[in-house]
């Protein structure tokens, strides 16, 4: 897995930036039910979502592991944002009306590791709550191009993120499914050069950078035409989760 505390500098830049965050902020907050008043963002990352899910009446507070993500996200929300392990969240139970986790769950490293941090999730929902989640986003990237054709020798392991895995999780942690929605992730279609140094950098992780596979890849890559020209952006998929009323 990336050194996230190593990228915080970079994130932003490089995953599309304002039109990104602001797609994704709007899909989760239409996921909300009407009288959501507090909401915890998993994962917040440099808080560029986050803080955008705030306002109107919703008062979020932000949760990231690695340090200069939380840093950089506490700038942007002083006062709401906590150092803390998704595994093992530092919150009382039923202490939110909702959860958000973006694009989390498929870093995990394995369904064991993806179901504790859903039931972690569940855990600090109130009942009558919602949990919001992206799924299957892997493979929301492969959009048909000249790329994709190009990374198909890499190894594709079972994605912990998967829509039906997910639910799995839910329901293990009580919750029943209730939304679905998508948004485009602007500014994060591939070009053969930014995929080529995204290979160089382990940001696939079952290749090996110094490998012969790496070597394989990134040589079909180089013979593409218009190095520099991005692909097709991806749609994000988010499934909302609701734990039941009391009572």
């Known amino acids: 897995m990336l050194d996230y505390s190593r990228e915080a500098d970079r994130y932003d830049a490089s995953r599309g930036g304002?039109?990104?965050?602001d797609a994704a902020a709007a899909a989760v907050r239409g996921l909300l039910p009407p009288g959501t008043r507090t909401l915890l963002d998993v994962a917040c990352g440099?808080?560029?979502?986050?803080?955008?899910?705030?306002?109107?009446?919703?008062?979020?507070?932000g949760v990231d592991s690695a340090y200069n993500m939380a840093r950089m996200a506490a700038g942007r929300l002083p006062g709401a944002v906590v150092l803390g392990d998704s595994r093992q969240l530092p919150f009382p139970g039923a202490s939110f009306d909702a959860v958000s986790a973006v694009w989390l769950l498929h870093l995990l490293s394995d369904a064991d590791e993806a179901a504790a941090v859903?039931?972690?999730c569940a855990r600090v929902l109130r009942p009558g709550g919602v949990f919001v989640t992206t799924v299957d986003k892997a493979a929301a990237h492969d959009v048909g191009s000249d790329i994709d054709a190009a990374l198909a020798p890499r190894p594709v392991p079972p994605a912990v993120d998967r829509a039906g895995a997910v639910e799995e999780y839910a329901a293990v942690g009580g919750l029943t499914p209730v939304g679905e929605t998508s948004f485009r992730g602007h500014g994060q279609g591939r070009t053969p050069r930014s995929t080529i140094a995204d290979v160089h950098r382990g940001w696939f992780t079952q290749i090996p950078p110094d490998g012969p596979l790496a070597a394989r890849l990134t040589t079909a890559l180089a013979n593409l035409p218009d190095q520099d020209v991005p692909r097709p952006d991806p749609q994000f998929t988010l499934r909302s989760f609701r734990r039941p009323p009391a009572g």
């Open 18 to 21: 304002e039109p990104r965050a």
């Open 46 to 61: 440099t808080g560029l979502v986050t803080r955008r899910l705030g306002g109107a009446g919703l008062r979020v507070t």
């Open 118 to 120: 859903v039931a972690e």
